[in-house]
């Protein structure tokens, strides 16, 4: 399936790695204009130099009046990938109300600001916009030591849906793609453990956990005309684990 985003301007947060890192290029490949924004400096300039013509912003998220301020220099966007995302691992009786303030205000304090500012600007230009947001199977499923970052990530889901609501009779899509399993930086953390990893997989029919290009592919059809009358879905990338 051809997808082509030329003629377009993307914005991607959390693109010094992972899967953010990995969608800025497909998008790039695919014709878009795009500016990765991340937290570390380095992981942008070596993101820029693997991807020559990207625009890059450096701001943590986490901070509202510098996303803010970030932001307002970003100018045009049509396509929106709320990418930035942390988990903080802890048992529930041991939540400490750090892990919980810094997961709600990059997982989905985040995506709200972002997504005002884009969305705003998306409709003083009265374009029409796709913003799909990562969320993950973990919204939708209880995990051992994830309260906080299913929480968060259950919030996402909805947010997905009302902004799904109310920006579409201005023309803007807004989806969710909900991974399983990324052997991402992230991924590492919570899974390289076999013993935590073998059941887990057990869970998964097709018997594997996603590669990032299975997300990034994703992400790219919701962001594309081809999802044109798909708005407001929280789309598994899981190999069946939500099925089952
Ligand atoms: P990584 O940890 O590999 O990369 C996350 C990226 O987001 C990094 O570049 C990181 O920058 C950036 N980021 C984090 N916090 C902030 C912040 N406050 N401000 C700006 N940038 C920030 O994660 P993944 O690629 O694995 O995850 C991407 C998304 O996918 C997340 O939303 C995650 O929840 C979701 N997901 C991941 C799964 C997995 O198994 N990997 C499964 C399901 C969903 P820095 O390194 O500088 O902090």
């Not at 890192?21 to 070596?46: F, Y």
């Amino acid at each position: 399936m051809e997808i082509s985003f030329t003629g377009l301007r993307a914005l991607v947060t959390g693109a010094g790695k992972g899967i953010g890192r990995e969608t800025v290029k497909a998008l790039r490949r695919a014709g878009a204009r795009v500016v990765g924004l991340s937290r570390t400096k380095s992981d942008l300039d070596s993101l820029a130099r693997e991807c020559p013509g990207i625009e890059v912003i450096c701001v943590d998220l986490a901070d509202w009046n510098a996303t803010e301020t970030a932001l307002q220099a970003v100018g045009v966007v049509d396509l929106l990938v709320n990418n930035a995302g942390v988990a903080v691992l802890q048992p529930f009786l041991e939540i400490t109300k750090e892990a919980v303030d810094t997961s709600f205000d990059v997982n989905v304090k985040s995506v709200l600001h972002v997504s005002q500012v884009v969305a705003q600007q998306m409709i003083a230009r009265k374009a029409p916009g796709a913003i799909v947001n990562i969320s993950s199977q973990a919204s939708q499923c209880a995990l051992q030591n994830h309260a906080v970052y299913c929480a968060t990530k259950g919030a996402l889901d909805i947010l997905t849906k009302v902004m799904a609501l109310e920006l579409g009779p201005q023309k803007i899509r807004v989806n969710a793609v909900n991974p399983t399993v990324v052997m991402t930086d992230m991924g590492r953390v919570g899974w390289s453990d076999p013993q935590k990893a073998g059941p887990m997989l057990n869970r998964i029919p097709l018997g594997r956990f996603a590669e990032v290009d299975d997300v990034v592919n994703a992400v790219l059809f919701l962001l594309s005309d081809r999802s044109a009358m798909i708005t407001g879905v929280t789309l598994p990338v899981d190999g069946g684990f939500l099925a089952c």
